[in-house]
């Protein structure tokens, strides 16, 4: 075997470190989509409206209204984090006001399938 | 409060121009999250909040406009600027070597930095710009791929639009994944050629 001369170990050095990224990142791309596959909720950020929020949790928009105490407008695009500072509350208050709605919302419907035996995510 | 939060805000609140806007901006070389905005613009169409088709033509066209003002800044700004400096500190020869490079690879290197590697895209506006590629065929390479990339991001976030956060996230890492794939295999090639006896045939 050749003897590496200091540049061809850099080489190898810096091949075997972008090789290490390129896995690195491949388990950071597949996490979200296991977790998405377990899990079916996006955690609710300042970002999303309403709209979004019902759209996501598959939930009548006018729940998540009543729970913030809202009249409901059909294309209201404020985001919640404008929502939240107009009605003084943070985003974290914001937050558990609805998904305790959300979770009340889907109380009577038979409970989301469960992790272990959840067939093919459909979306 | 991140930026990407902002943007989107943003584009929810004021639609197609502030769009346009990030888009443009992100494609001349500023690093704005705006792969989560266009799965976000892709939801945001299937809720009926935006409409699809301006959405894509509005963002296809911020794109390609985006990339023409990088190249064209490299080209007539950018070139002096390497005159310069190669004149004062010499590395004449190793600017030919990439010209050269960027003459021969350079129409699918632009292709795939615009939707595959997107990470790289802005920076090969920049070398095609100083390289003097030539401007129509920079065009013939760089519009379908911006139009590939965008019709791509929005359709998935159209079609998963209740998961716009995954899909960004996924996206945005595999793209990294990736580039650091490609860098990986063009070390590895170099490796090989290391330990290749000096004598053998060349594939």
Known sequence: ?123 | MSITDQLLEAVLLYGLPVLFGVILIASVGVPFPISMTLVAAGSFAKQGEMKLMPVIIAASIAAILGDQIGYGLSRWGGRSLVDRITRRFGGAAKIKRAEAVSKKWGGPGIFFSRWLVTALGPWLNFTSGVAHYPWRRFIVWDAPGEVLWVVLYVMLGYIFSDRVQYIAEILGNLGWAILAFIVAILLGWKLIRYFRPSGSVTV
């Open chain 1, 1 to 123: 075997m050749k003897k590496l001369t200091w540049r061809q170990s850099l080489v190898a050095v810096a091949f075997l470190l972008s090789l290490s990224l390129g896995i690195f990142f491949v388990i950071r791309a597949v996490r979200p989509a296991i977790y998405w596959h377990y899990h079916q909720d996006e955690p609710i950020r300042g970002w999303m409206t309403m709209g979004y929020v019902a759209h996501s949790y598959h939930v009548p928009p006018y729940v998540l209204h009543q729970a913030l105490g809202l009249p409901e407008k059909p294309h209201d695009k404020r985001p919640l984090r404008e929502i939240a500072k107009e009605q003084n509350r943070s985003m974290d208050e914001i937050r558990t006001a609805l998904l305790e709605a959300i979770v009340q919302a889907r109380r009577p419907y038979p409970a989301s399938p469960s992790p272990p035996t959840n067939p093919e995510a459909s979306p």
